[in-house]
């Protein structure tokens, strides 16, 4: 699945290098450059199109970095309403994603509360059983490792860059 992703975004790549003469540039991960015109944005691509009329979503798990030609045209490349509900759903996935470890943490302490309820209430191996189930999982919030994150944070990332380069901020 990733091998076709990787060559239809190199596709993408040489009709966009083929068709555009010089404006928006966007780097992908594979050092290959883009230029055209930067016309949309969503929480997983980045919307590009070339002079001659050839546009593209790339994945911006793709795009290493885009620049903005403000002098070939100063005009903005999206609305502000587009980029704010791109960078919203972005930056929610982001969150859930770094808060996974503390609701696994909680959810285990909430099972050892549950558990000892039961037990007050007769049902004491039932009871039991559900605090034990809650050690472990609070033990295993507790244990593991942070999570990295790492393609929330590079959309997040991306999509703030070009907000910034239009002057919002989210």
């Not at 039991?128 to 959309?155: E, F, K, Y």
């Amino acid at each position: 699945m990733i091998k076709w992703a990787a060559i239809a975004v190199s596709i993408l790549a040489a009709f966009l290098t083929a068709s555009v003469a010089l404006a928006d540039t966007v780097t992908l991960i594979d050092g290959s450059q883009l230029q055209g015109k930067l016309t949309g944005v969503d929480a997983y691509h980045i919307y590009f199109a070339g002079e001659a009329g050839g546009e593209g979503a790339i994945p911006l798990a793709h795009v290493r970095t885009i620049v903005i030609d403000w002098q070939a045209d100063p005009e903005p490349r999206l609305g502000q309403e587009e980029w704010l509900a791109a960078i919203a759903k972005a930056r929610r996935e982001l969150q859930g994603c770094r808060t996974a470890k503390s609701g696994i943490f909680l959810g285990g302490l909430v099972f050892i509360g549950g558990g000892y309820w039961l037990g007050t209430l007769g049902y004491g191996e039932f009871g039991q059983l559900i605090m034990s189930l809650g050690a472990i999982a609070t033990l295993l919030g507790a244990v593991a490792p942070a999570p990295t994150c790492d393609p929330p944070l590079h959309r997040v990332e991306i999509l703030t860059r070009i907000g910034l380069e239009h002057g919002w901020i989210y």
